[in-house]
């Protein structure tokens, strides 16, 4: 082997050696105090995490984000059961005009 061979194995070594370096720092558990600090931190890991998956979601299917609101609406009281342009048609209301039609004409 050259020169040239040796200074790429040792370089892929070194990469190889920091990964395994960086995998065990990051899976090392954190020194906590107190209970109350372990749950502040649990809370907000998950809180971070939620959030950034309903990020993702609204920008991949842009309707979950009007249904966020809806829901964030309904949570503070605001909801209205007023109909507005963009909301789908709900359930049955087509069949039943067709119903009415039909039972009229006879």
Do not use: C
């Amino acid at each position: 082997m050259s020169g040239h061979d040796w200074i790429g194995v040792g370089i892929v070594a070194l990469v190889i050696v920091g990964v395994l370096v960086l995998l065990n720092h990051i899976t090392k558990p954190y020194a906590v105090k107190t209970e109350d600090e372990f749950e502040r931190k649990r809370k907000e890991q998950v809180g971070l995490m939620t959030a950034g998956v309903m990020g993702l979601q609204q920008f991949l299917d842009p309707s979950a984000k009007k249904a966020v609101e809806v829901q964030q609406d309904l949570r503070r009281g605001l909801y209205d059961d007023k109909e507005e342009a963009d909301d789908p048609p709900e359930a049955g209301d087509q069949s039943k005009s067709k119903n009415e039609k039909g039972k009229s004409d006879m």
